[in-house]
């Protein structure tokens, strides 16, 4: 079965700085990798997707994501923080071999300092 | 706004007592979602509804049940409430049956048991 880690829960970055989130996760073959966001008091919004092809993803929001197979890393990265951008990150990673259900990691709380 | 809906937003009730939890679906949307959040385990997908049948199971208990109706909107029935029950329910809807396609979150339904 698939699992996800997310090594940092608390993240605190300057505005106007560059950010990492880190994810790695554990499955036998090509997973399906995701980045979802949940704002304060509200629900998860998909920020990108990797499923095949280029190993850069690009997503919404000037997000990026880099699929590294040997390292089994999915980090999510920004070239400049907005205030905006304080929210809980999940990485979450779906099996190659069947529709089984998405595994969430368990969040990076990103806050934001002026 | 995700277009999925969850109510009530919150609950507080008294452990042995049952609750239900509602979804509306975004428009066109035939999957149904329900996860569980809460701070020591994460984000735990419960069940999946696709068009009104039963698609996928994760770690749902006995005393939760859930069904789709004819109209889409779900329902999460939670019986014989625990305190560790206490969490954020958040229901998702996507087009397909597959979870790798977008997921879209609804706000959540916030439970306390006393």
């Known amino acids: 079965a698939q699992s996800v880690t997310q090594p940092d829960i608390h993240i605190t970055v300057s505005e106007g700085a560059s950010l990492e989130l880190r994810c790695n996760y554990s499955y036998g073959a090509t997973p399906y990798l995701f980045w979802y966001v949940q704002s304060p008091g509200q629900g998860l919004q998909l920020l990108l997707k990797y499923f095949s092809g280029d190993t850069l993803v690009q997503g919404i929001k000037g997000f990026e994501a880099e699929f590294k197979r040997s390292q089994s890393s999915f980090n999510l990265r920004k070239p400049s923080v907005h205030w905006s951008d304080a929210a809980e990150y999940f990485c979450a990673v779906g099996a190659y071999s069947g529709n089984t259900p998405l595994v969430f990691g368990k969040g990076t709380r990103l806050s934001v300092i002026a | 706004d995700s277009g999925v809906t969850q109510t009530p937003k919150h609950l507080i009730t008294a452990t042995g007592q049952r609750v239900t939890l509602r979804c509306s679906p975004r428009?066109?949307?035939?999957?149904v979602y329900w996860y569980q959040q809460s701070l020591d385990q994460g984000l735990q997908f419960l069940i999946q509804?696709?068009?009104?049948?039963?698609?996928a199971k994760g770690n749902i208990l006995e005393r939760f049940s859930a069904q789709q109706f004819p109209d889409l909107h779900s329902e999460l029935n939670l019986s014989s409430l625990e305190l560790g029950d206490s969490a954020l329910y958040f229901c998702a809807s996507s087009v397909t049956e597959n979870p790798y396609n977008e997921q879209f979150f609804g706000p959540g339904t916030r439970l306390t048991v006393l």
């Open positions: 428009s066109g949307d035939l999957s």
């Open positions: 509804y696709y068009n009104g049948e039963e698609r």
